[in-house]
């Protein structure tokens, strides 16, 4: 079974950063690309950033770029998103998801309130 699980989340100032993790399991994580979405409240579903297989090229929105680094250890089955300068905006619940698989997690609610 396909699973992931994101977590990290929690509530931020302006200005300030985390750090997302997502553990999968159920399938060979080092062989698929990957992917962040989130969700803000009363919003649809957000492209954020995302991987290849291997780690070594990413993309991310024009809402995140420069601020969140996407990265990932194969060999922990992992995937982290680094997120600074946090805004308002950057308000909602974070998803990693492998498109190919049609596979999307549990997400982490992030806040960004003072």
């Known amino acids: 079974e396909v699973q992931l699980q994101a977590s990290g989340g929690g509530l931020v100032q302006p200005g300030g950063s985390l750090r997302l993790s997502c553990v999968a399991s159920?399938?060979?994580?080092?062989?698929?690309?990957m992917s962040w979405v989130r969700q803000a409240p009363g919003k649809g579903p957000e492209y954020v950033s995302a991987?290849?297989?291997?780690?070594?090229?990413?993309y991310y929105a024009d809402s995140v770029k420069g601020r969140f680094t996407i990265s990932r250890d194969n060999a922990k089955n992992t995937a982290y998103l680094q997120m600074d300068s946090l805004k308002p905006e950057d308000t909602a619940v974070y998803y990693c998801?492998?498109?190919?698989?049609?596979?999307r997690g549990q997400g982490t609610l992030v806040t960004v309130s003072s």
């Open positions: 998801a492998i498109p190919s698989l049609r596979a």
């Open positions: 159920g399938f060979t994580f080092g062989s698929y690309d």
């Open positions: 991987t290849n297989s291997g780690g070594g090229t990413s």
